[in-house]
């Protein structure tokens, strides 16, 4: 299968634990994207890589969150001191640069205690 | 704005019937993306619309672009319970994606 894969696909952590996320996007994909959606909501927006630059971060991606992508392949999204309100859908996408589609993973639930 | 309504925000239909759900905005589209999202999994992406007046089918489902593209509707024919999940717009606007919160549709057998 080569589509988009993240791991773990459920996480549960206490208030104050740090977490860490990983995404493989599809192989040749050069832009790699995280979202996180709450319950009812569409996904939000956190970051954007293209390779392995980071090139935009949202208002909504606290301190306490990094995400990286060391070598334009897989990327990982840590949450340093998690808080109840983090809790949520993390999802991470995939496209090619300049196309207008991008291709979704499975999600990693995060539910903080 | 970047805003994106969908209309309705929820729908419970039974098996057989016909629906069609809305995605809106103020501003133009270059593009607009439909997805479908399954409870607990990441968004499938369905179809893209590029051009104003664009009609695209996928079985059973009709995807309409408006002609002055700031609007998009998705038409189902004889609804069944696999079509039950979650229905997202999207918008590509300067290399990001902008998301509507979406449709809830429950198709009961």
């Known amino acids: 299968d080569t589509g988009v894969s993240q791991d773990p696909r459920h996480k549960i952590t206490k208030r104050g634990q740090n977490v860490t996320f990983r995404c493989d996007p599809i192989?040749?994909?050069?832009?790699l994207y995280w979202y996180r959606q709450t319950l009812g909501q569409g996904p939000e927006f956190l970051t954007y890589?293209?390779?392995?630059?980071?090139?935009?971060k949202s208002r909504l991606l606290s301190d306490r969150f990094s995400a990286e992508r060391p070598k334009g392949s897989f990327s990982t999204l840590e949450i340093q001191r998690t808080e109840q309100g983090d809790s949520a859908m993390y999802l991470c996408?995939?496209?090619?640069?300049?196309?207008?589609?991008?291709?979704f993973g499975p999600g990693t639930r995060l539910t903080v205690l | 704005t970047q805003l994106l309504e969908q209309s309705p925000q929820f729908l419970s239909i039974q098996e057989g019937e016909n629906l069609t759900v809305y995605c809106n905005s103020s501003?133009?589209?270059?593009?607009l993306q439909w997805y479908r999202q399954e409870p607990g999994e990441g968004p499938v992406l369905l179809v893209t619309?590029?051009?104003?007046?664009e009609v695209k089918k996928l079985k059973r489902l009709t995807f309409q672009f408006g002609d002055a593209r700031k609007d998009s509707s998705l038409h189902i024919t004889a609804a069944q319970p696999g079509d039950t999940g979650l229905y997202l717009c999207?918008?590509?606007?300067?290399?990001?994606?902008?998301f509507g919160s979406g449709t809830k549709l429950n198709v009961k057998p």
């Open positions: 619309v590029v051009t104003g007046g």
């Open positions: 996408a995939s496209s090619l640069v300049g196309a207008d589609e991008q291709f």
């Open positions: 890589f293209q390779n392995e630059a980071q090139l935009e």
């Open positions: 999207a918008r590509y606007n300067f290399n990001k994606f902008y």
């Open positions: 501003s133009v589209f270059s593009s």
């Open positions: 192989s040749e994909h050069n832009r």
